[in-house]
């Protein structure tokens, strides 16, 4: 089909999507993309939406990737998070002293400390006439 048979909103269709830029192809785009939508990623999947369903939906808005790229960013994305968190556990640790350990109380005879509630009751009935 030539550009003499395209109507004039085709060709100002044309035109546009000439002048867009191909993100994709932009060296890490796919994986900033992936990071940036970690959580609702996670989210989505928690709610049993599965890869290719946000493959899919990812391509349908201009980025094509794959259900394996998708996978294996999110994945990767998702185990720095953990790294970075379990390193900063490790530092808060190192920070703080040691934990002391509780002071153990005895424990109390509760029925040798208090006094017989039968007798007291017995004791307030005749204190009282």
Same mark, same amino acid.
């Given at each position: *089909? ?12 044309? &035109?546009?999507?000439? /002048? #867009? &830029? ?6 890490? !785009?796919? /994986? ?13 999947? @928690?709610?049993g939406c599965? !890869? ?8 349908? *808005?201009?980025?094509?990737?794959s #259900?394996?790229?998708?996978?294996? !960013?999110?994945?990767?994305?998702? /185990? ?18 040691p ?5 153990i109380?005895? &424990?109390?005879? #509760? ?6 509630r039968?007798?007291? @009751? ?8």
């Amino acid at each position: *089909m030539n550009q003499s048979e395209l109507s004039p909103l085709e060709k100002a269709i044309a &035109k546009k999507i000439d /002048r #867009t &830029k191909d993100k994709a192809s932009q060296p890490g !785009y796919l /994986r900033k993309l992936v990071a940036k939508l970690h959580l609702r990623i996670e989210a989505a999947l @928690a709610r049993g939406c599965e !890869y290719d369903d946000l493959a899919q939906s990812i391509t349908e *808005m201009g980025v094509k990737i794959s #259900t394996a790229t998708l996978k294996q !960013y999110h994945t990767e994305h998702r /185990r720095q998070l953990e790294k970075e968190a379990g390193e900063i556990s490790e530092t808060v640790d190192s920070v703080l002293p040691p934990e002391q350990p509780k002071e153990i109380k005895p &424990k109390i005879n #509760t029925q040798s400390n208090q006094p017989d509630r039968k007798q007291s @009751a017995v004791d307030k009935l005749f204190a009282s006439k």
